[in-house]
């Protein structure tokens, strides 16, 4: 770290009057991602950052994009820099504080605050200027900028010229970074020089104990130090490495941590694991995180044994747990689950934790059940972290071998004995393994959905990620949503209908397809046309309404397999117009929220059984809906209210349209298993599948917590016939670095990462449900009729029938009992033992319903 100090005599000069506050003293905008601002103290007494963050505005936005908390003192007549991760070594060796937030463009505007309130700013809040402020020497895209004086803008919404107060140089031009003048000279004559310090191998030094201290943050912070102690891991890509006491250096009190990282500000660190050094330093706590910092002296005091790993489990009591072996080796002899691997292709890191964690109200109900369960989740869980700050690294190091589309991690793989240093950062308690890490495929791909019986027809839901196809004709990309380019949606496409033709479906209800209607240059006209190619099967066909349903720029539509099944009757749409209404009178349904259901009744072309889908995507969680509706904080997240209205419609709509036949409510309704609209839609009859079938699951995986919002919902006819469902778990598992996308991925990585299979299609995994549907009765044109009766003694009678009419499949019951199966009209003799005075014959499907005839024999 450095900060430099400039001249008491210049300080004093450029030190106003009246504000004894930081400002803004340099802002770099340079190629890739050498960004970086330089903040000026012009007082006489040293700042502390405490309080201060950093607010960058993107494109002319009101609200901040991103915020970054300030650490450190800042020196009086000193400078403070704050530089991008990302950026050339030569910048990021200026730097005081580095993040991947330190990241502009010309037309975002940037504040500093201190306790919330703006003391400086550069830019026009709320405004976008197009490319750049200013033109020329003082443009604010591609060029140094640096204050002419000691001047504040503590109005960041008023008019924005540049020239006026900053004069411009060339881009990447960092030479005066930590030289604030204003005119982009050097600082004066430097101070005089500290003198060395003097280290002493075995002399008395400051325990790491004592530095760590028994709380959450050092009780040294600031103070300039020496300790001394073994380094037991080298982490050239934090820039520093960890050392840990051993023996009689420890002060045997299970709250204090023995280990310290040590930062150094340099990849090329000096040291070797064994290595016994005595360092001299400032304790600081960055982002947190306890550490030795602005190394003066460091010593080689030899070697030393290495201690051994604390044993540890997951999860902890309390996460001073973690805190208490932060800098620690630690080594966890439990396997761990591995429960979210979104960022493993950007940050390298995974989120491990015994066993797979649901979202709380995937499997109990909201409210103070709730609310327990992620307390206790957030006691389970540690971040194995590859030890870098690098985004995006070339090559992402897990799984062993490195990650690739056909070399995986997925959400419900293990880890096993894995050892480490512990450290926090980015809110999280991180694992910097000190081994090779061993990980085991729990949780393996499938090549097809797994169903223990296929029954005679399998429906299922899929949430196709933002399907745009631009303008149909192969052109009109970036569009509103999915793929940027027409290279990225041939990407996308693929893994779609790689996904689709593995399912082996009869109907398809579709998510996040675009609304752009049913033209022949439609988003789901392509779709369908792209599964007959890659199926082979040109019956693929899709239901359509009059032209865009609802006023979402996404839609749900209902795709089906015309050798199978066709549509019986016209498609039927719940909407705000076609809804139920509630007590005040307002529809239940609000199609301005939820997007409008779809409704199908089919026929099975095998039997001619008929059966109904009705398929949903609800209004999302993450969604604002008003002071009406918020997240009340019982675990259902924004608008729960929304979806039970509309939840409580569909319940409605269904009894009045499919009450007589088998119906499957299904799609993405935004509620985990145990919430309001679940419940309200079994309360209707319509019940869960995975509830029926007594199986546990999930289709989705959001900040490392599994759950289902896809969901198929049966009436009581539909289970009945119910065969088998399953989710298949080709997406949620699967890290997101794996998706048809080429951002944020080098050209090499855009070829290893992607397949153009069902992995990681999309960011849901469907939902497949099968059933075995009795055939529907023929026309009701067989008839009985009585030609003679006998009823002998002891009981027996005979009876003598005949039918007309064409019976086949049907079955000929004598008080609800089977006496044979029929087929072309014919006689029967039946004799049997009855002392009952009437008998009742019927030809029916099944003794209690579906019957063609009936004739009641009276015997007295």
Known sequence: MKIRTLSATIAMLLAPAVNAELFISEYVEGSGNNKALELYNPTEQAISLNGYTIQVFANGAATATNTTTLNGTVPAGGTFVYVHTSAVAELRDLANQVSGNASWNGNDAITLRKDGVVIDSFGQVGFNPGTAWGSGETSTIDRTLRRKAVTYDANPFDVFEPANEWNGFAINDFSDIGLFNGEGGGPGPDPEPEPEPILSCGEPATAISAIQGSGMASPLVGQILQVEAVVTQTLPGLQGYTIQAVGAEQDNDPATSEGLFVYVNTSNLGVNVGQRVRLQGTVNEYFTQTQLSSITATLDCGSSALPQPVEMTLPVLNLSELEA????????SQPLTVNDTFTLGRYGELTLANGRRYTPTQVVAPGADAIALAAQHALNKIVLDDASTIQNPATVPYPTGGLSAGNPVRSGDTVINLTGTVHYSFNEYRIMPTTSVNFVHSNPRTAAPELSADGNVKVASFNVLNYFNGNGTGGGFPTARGANTAVEFERQRAKILSAMVAMDVSVIGLMEIENDGYSSTSAIADLVQGLRTASGNNSWQYVSAAGPVGTDEIAVGLIYRAD????????LILNSVNSAKDAQGAAL??????????AQRFNLVENNAEFAVMVNHLKSKGSACGA????????QGNCN???????QAIGIFAAE????????????LNAYAKEDPITTLAQAGYINVFDALGKSGHGYVFSGLSGSLDHALLNDMALQYLADATKWNINADEPIALDYNVEFKSPQQQLDFYAPDAYRSSDHDPVIVSFSLPGALPPLDASLELLRT????????????DWSGDATGLTLYRDN????DLTAPGRINDNFRSEAPTVTYKICQQATASCSAELVVNFN
């Open 657 to 668: 349209h499919f009450a007589d036949i088998p119906a499957v409510v299904m799609g993405d």
């Open 325 to 332: 072996v932060e800098g620690m080796l630690v080594r966890f």
């Open 628 to 635: 009406a509706d918020p997240d009340t904080g019982d675990g």
């Open 790 to 801: 006998v009823r002998a003694r002891f009981g027996m009678s005979l009876v003598q029938l």
């Open 589 to 598: 349904f609000n199609d301005s929220s939820n997007r409008p259901m779809l």
């Open 641 to 647: 209210l929304t979806r039970t209205r509309a939840a």
């Open 817 to 820: 009992e089977a006496v044979r």
């Open 564 to 571: 199978q099944v066709q549509p019986a009757g016209e498609l």
